[in-house]
């Protein structure tokens, strides 16, 4: 820390789609990171990539961040609008012999390469525009617009301390004289980065796995600059259920996705937190805890998979914990979404009957949608319960409860019993027919508390349907 006064985080995500899973991760590591140590956190959108970049993608990107709960102090920032700032550094850097102009066509190139794997060699930049004391340059081709390429150290070893991975070391050798600017001016990713990091203070950068090859070009680039070098930890890759890598390409969901399923952001933090780091045995905690305890130790080097059924157990967990009347707003939003008109007031009574079986709220509204629009029963529940044996009593148990004066659980359960003792059946044999034809599914909580729930002229207009 001796060249920073304070801990700041970054996330950097490109607006060349959702917030992927992976990249929530970070940004959740990073910003937890920062809020221990009473550090900072910043959200810069890296739109340099002009051809693929929306601002549907932004947008997605800044709805994922303010859902899951993770403010940010700085931001966001946009690289797209500090083009003139890279510009200077590169004129400068370029005045400085750190960078210089290269004029190579691509179809030069190509030849450059296939030379080199004829040889057996390994495919580099061999430095053909790169002044060198003695060397005499070919003098530009007209209409060659060129790209600048940095001035990489030719000798030497790139060795950083890795939060995550520990020390690593990479011969300069091994990678060649990266282009930082296109042909247009724009700047490359590996450039930016660094710039911006430098700018903006960032004192440790958390990542993923696929930015360790960058790295090393990036640490050269700060000693070019002279700018103090922030500490690295690169996240080990999220496996999906099929083994390989989660990514955008690959299908992997969104995190605006997982909210519009009807998880909820304590759980999804929860369960992200947990894919490469881990407090002792601890499984379901909050983002406060999480904040106290994460300090950048107990990270994992080894890849994490993602589970459905866990994310499922711990998003549960929130279900049953968070408020009722906050749950039941969530539930009038996903019945919304299916195309079902229900009020806060009308739902709230119904949760708590309800939650302790869903892992989601999406699951949870499925149940309560019964309430208030049409069931459909399938054939085969219909075929097994609604018998000829069982009708009778159906007709009996209508008639009891179109007498009743209270309805009540109590009311209700009296009903049931005087209906079971006039016909001899069992409670299953009665309960769950009534299920189907009221609830259209064979299996619910308590029927009586489920049917109190019912305005009891629908419960008696479905049993009536036999």
Known sequence: MSSFDKIRTRIAPSPTGFLHLGTARTALYSWAYARHHGGEFVLRIEDTDVARSSQDSVDQIIAAMNWLGLSYDEGPIYQMQRLDRYQAVIDQMIADGKAYRCYATPEELTEMREAQKARGEKTLYDRRWRPEPGKVLPTPPEGVKPVVRFANPVEGDVTWNDLVKGPITINNREIDDLIIARTDGVPTYNFAVVVDDWDMRISHVFRGDEH???????????????????????????????????????????????????????????????LGWSHGDDELFSAEQMVSWFDGSHLSKSPAQWDPAKLDWVNGHYVKQIDEGRLAGLVVE??????????????????????????????????????????????????????????????????????????????????????????????????????????????????DAVLEQFDKKKVLERLQAV
Not at 350 to 377: H, N
Request: hydrophobic fraction near 50%; aromatic fraction near 6%.
């Open 212 to 274: 360790v090859n960058n790295t090393p070009w990036q640490i050269n680039i700060f000693n070019a600059l002279g700018a103090p070098l922030p500490s690295f930890g690169h996240l080990p890759i999220i496996l999906g259920d099929d083994g390989l890598k989660l990514s955008k390409r690959r299908g992997a969901v969104s995190v605006m996705d997982y909210a519009a399923n009807g998880y909820l952001p304590e759980g999804m933090l929860n369960y992200l937190a947990r």
């Open 334 to 447: 996903q019945l919304k979404a299916k195309g079902i008109e229900a009020t806060l007031e009308q739902v709230q009574p119904k949760v708590g009957l309800f939650k302790d079986r869903c892992a989601t709220v999406a699951v949870l509204a499925d149940w309560l949608a019964m309430y208030f629009a049409p069931v459909a029963p399938s054939a085969e529940d219909l075929a097994a319960h609604i018998t000829d044996a069982v009708r009778p009593a159906l007709v009996a148990l209508a008639e009891r409860l179109s007498a009743l004066t209270e309805w009540s659980k109590a009311a209700i359960q009296q009903a049931l019993k005087e209906t079971l003792t006039a016909t001899g059946l069992k409670m299953p044999q009665l309960a769950v027919p009534v299920r189907v034809l009221v609830c259209g599914r064979a299996q619910t909580p308590s029927v």
